[in-house]
T-cell receptor, first 115, second 111 residues
Framework: AQTVTQSQPEMSVQEAETVTLSCTYDTSENNYYLFWYKQPPSRQMILVIRQEAYKQQNATENRFSVNFQKAAKSFSLKISDSQLGDTAMYFCAFIAQTGANNLFFGTGTRLTVIP | EPEVTQTPSHQVTQMGQEVILRCVPISNHLYFYWYRQILGQKVEFLVS????????KSEIFDDQFSVERPDGSNFTLKIRSTKLEDSAMYFC?????????FGPGTRLTVL
């Protein structure tokens, strides 16, 4: 079974600063995908960034980047130049490439950007 | 940009009543999903649907739940006899491969 753990229930960061959200996962799969989703107060689930497990290069999307450590089963999200609009819940999620095709989510980290 | 849509945005129902939540997935996607998020908790998988049948379901998805793709565009989740603990946000998602796109959710409140 797959599990996803986010050990930081809440975090805060000053506007324009950098923050890192942690995520670890457990799986016996070798091929899988990892995602970070953002859920603002509207509760819409918005995909922030994805990482394929077979790729060694860390994914980057503008101000968002990940530190993917496959051996350690770690997948952290770094947000640079934090903006007020980044205030949201952030969920780490896992999906296996084969077999069950549902997403497994962590419990989320509530990020507050302070002006 | 194509998106997943869900209706209604908010549904209030009495305990024991049947509800149908509706979703229109992205048109060229082949896989459809329902997830649930109880307030303050994580998002939980309910069911996935492919080729007009259920491909996976969780232990939450018991006999009170059913899904259907009644036509070429809609994907519905039916809860036959709602319970108080069914109050949650229900998200529909669709995918072509492994990246799932979520709808805005339906907030279900069972009184």
């Amino acid at each position: 079974a797959q599990t996803v753990t986010q050990s930081q229930p809440e975090m805060s960061v000053q506007e324009a600063e950098t923050v890192t959200l942690s995520c670890t996962y457990d799986t016996s799969e070798n091929n899988y995908y990892l995602f970070w989703y953002k859920q603002p107060p509207s509760r819409q689930m918005i995909l922030v960034i994805r990482q394929e497990a077979y790729k060694q290069q860390n994914a980057t999307e503008n101000r968002f980047s990940v530190n993917f450590q496959k051996a350690a089963k770690s997948f952290s999200l770094k947000i640079s130049d934090s903006q007020l609009g980044d205030t949201a819940m952030y969920f780490c999620a896992f999906i296996a490439q084969t077999g069950a095709n549902n997403l497994f989510f962590g419990t989320g980290t509530r990020l507050t950007v302070i002006p | 940009e194509p998106e997943v849509t869900q209706t209604p945005s908010h549904q209030v129902t009495q305990m024991g009543q049947e509800v149908i939540l509706r979703c229109v997935p992205i048109s060229n996607h082949l896989y459809f999903y329902w997830y649930r998020q109880i307030l303050g908790q994580k998002v939980e998988f309910l069911v996935s649907f492919y080729n007009n049948e259920i491909s996976e379901k969780s232990e939450i998805f018991d006999d009170q739940f059913s899904v259907e793709r009644p036509d070429g565009s809609n994907f519905t989740l039916k809860i036959r006899s709602t319970k108080l603990e069914d109050s949650a946000m229900y998200f529909c998602a669709s995918s072509e491969f492994n990246e799932q796109f979520f709808g805005p959710g339906t907030r279900l409140t069972v009184l």
